[in-house]
Nanobody
Framework: EVTLVESGGGLVQAGGSLRLSCAVS????????VGWFRQAPGKEREGISV????????YYADSMKGRFTISSDNAKNTVYLQMDSLRPEDTAIYYC????????????????WGQGTQVTVSS
């Protein structure tokens, strides 16, 4: 069974940083792509970034470039999302998900999802 567990969310002041972690199990880690998504209250879920754990290729949504950095530690079966210069509008539930192929941020391609971690940015 494929399992993804997010952690690292919390409350942070505007301008601060957080690093989210996504621990994955149940599949061969370096055969998948793992992406980060978020859903703010009243809004649709949107893609942030995805990484190919086999070769480190990354892709970012245009609106997420510059303040978010995705990385992976294959020895720990974990993907990270470093978030800097956080803004109140970054408040959302952040999810990680796994895609058997590197399909960018097409959410339909991601068939396994974590439960999410709440990030709240205060002004």
């Amino acid at each position: 069974e494929v399992t993804l567990v997010e952690s690292g969310g919390g409350l942070v002041q505007a301008g601060g940083s957080l690093r989210l972690s996504c621990a994955v199990s149940g599949f061969t880690f370096d055969d998948y792509a793992v992406g980060w998504f978020r859903q703010a209250p009243g809004k649709e879920r949107e893609g942030i970034s995805v990484i190919s754990t086999s070769d480190g290729t990354t892709y970012y949504a245009d609106s997420m470039k510059g303040r978010f950095t995705i990385s992976s530690d294959n020895a720990k079966n974990t993907v990270y999302l470093q978030m800097d210069s956080l803004r109140p509008e970054d408040t959302a539930i952040y999810y990680c998900a796994a895609d058997k192929y590197f399909s960018g941020l097409d959410q339909k391609a991601f068939d396994s999802w974590g439960q999410g971690t709440q990030v709240t940015v205060s002004s």
